[in-house]
């Protein structure tokens, strides 16, 4: 069993941290929260604490790990160059990461053997605390085995990963639930990676230029991953998704269903659909559509409720591509494994 430590996100001792830095300093694994997702991580600078990880999420090899750090001195001790310093200090701690040149030190198993690495430092009291205590720059993917919805709240990694991660801290939800948004800033303009909460008008407003290539969408994959979740299925329910891509179609489709689905939309629709559909249908509220970014937080606690539901699939609505909006249908796109429809039956 691991040893779970369950902290307040904001109101803990740091004494309450000492026995996960140790295991971090020891080159163990250690689950902690961070303002988007959980995270599994080990010793940046410990090729083999960093295996473990692969290992216990199932993760391939070339799928890179992010550098989670506490201070400008680590981003140092892991870049050998950075452009747009200036701006980093604008925007940290936050999730943004950003892919830089990586120094010598840092093991072929953080970066997946390129010259590059991810780095980012979060907005999260313990995750800051624990990287600090720590005395060394941390890697982390999501604390979920790969494929699979990241998990947003202790809880559920604690389902997933108990008895395999030496340590999991649990401080309750996450905050924004979807992953960082990734950036490289080796190429002169930056060029969007990974859509996440720091959205694209935002990016925009720090870096006055951004290359956004047609793969953030979700509808095609990265040839090369330069940064976790440029590739491979992700965030995926055991049982089949599939994206409505015409959202009026709704209240056509609930009427017709007649098998046991998952309908998953935000309030507004459930309001004009709830009282058409059979008792085969199993709707499950993502949010609202005036703050898209209850729905981002919700979203992968709601795919996975799915494989908990006595239904055969499920079916989720789709969302405007503006603002955070963006980073919700490139997880959903991946959830689905791409499976539109358009109408019921298909």
């Known amino acids: 069993m691991s040893l779970i430590i369950k902290v307040d996100p904001v109101n803990f001792k740091p004494e309450d941290l000492f026995p996960a830095a140790e295991v971090i300093r020891k080159g163990g694994t250690v689950a902690f929260p961070t303002e988007t997702v959980y995270g599994l991580g ?56 950003v892919v830089v040149k990586k120094k010598p030190g840092v093991p072929k198993e953080v970066t997946a053997g390129l010259d590059t690495v991810a780095v980012r430092m979060p907005a999260h009291p313990v995750a800051l605390k624990l990287i600090e205590i720590s005395g060394t720059p941390i890697a982390a993917p999501s604390a979920n085995i790969s494929g699979k919805p990241s998990p947003t709240s202790g809880k559920t990694v604690i389902e997933e990963l108990n008895g395999f991660a030496d340590v999991i801290i649990d401080a309750g939800e996450t905050f924004f639930g979807v992953e960082s948004t990734i950036v490289d800033i080796t190429r002169n303009p930056p060029v969007l990676l990974r859509p996440g909460p720091f959205t694209v008008e935002e990016l925009r407003s720090v870096f006055t230029s951004i290359k956004v290539p047609p793969e953030v969408s979700g509808l095609y994959d990265f040839e090369k991953p330069l940064a976790p979740g440029m590739k491979y299925k992700h965030y995926a329910p055991e049982k089949d998704l599939y994206l409505l891509l015409d959202n009026s179609s709704l209240p056509e489709i609930v009427k017709k269903i007649d098998k046991r689905v998952a309908v998953l939309v935000t309030e507004e629709n ?8 059979s008792k085969n249908v199993t709707f499950i509220i993502l949010g609202t559509e005036s703050n898209l970014y209850t729905v981002a937080k919700n979203l992968f606690e709601s795919l996975r409720t799915i494989d908990k539901l006595d239904v055969e699939f499920a079916i989720i609505q789709s969302f405007k591509e503006e603002g955070i909006g963006l980073a919700i249908m490139n997880r959903i796109r991946k959830a689905s494994g791409r499976k539109f429809i358009t109408n019921y039956p298909f």
Request: proline share 6%; glycine share 4%.
């Open 270 to 277: 459930y309001e004009k659909i709830k009282n058409l559909a």
């Open 42 to 97: 080990a010793d940046a600078f410990n090729g083999n604490a960093c295996l473990k990880i692969f290992e216990i999420k199932k993760r391939q090899p070339d799928n890179p790990l992010i550098v989670h750090i506490s201070s400008f001195e680590q981003l140092y001790a892991v870049a050998s160059e950075v452009n747009n310093e200036d701006k980093l200090k604008k925007v940290w701690p936050g999730p943004l990461t």
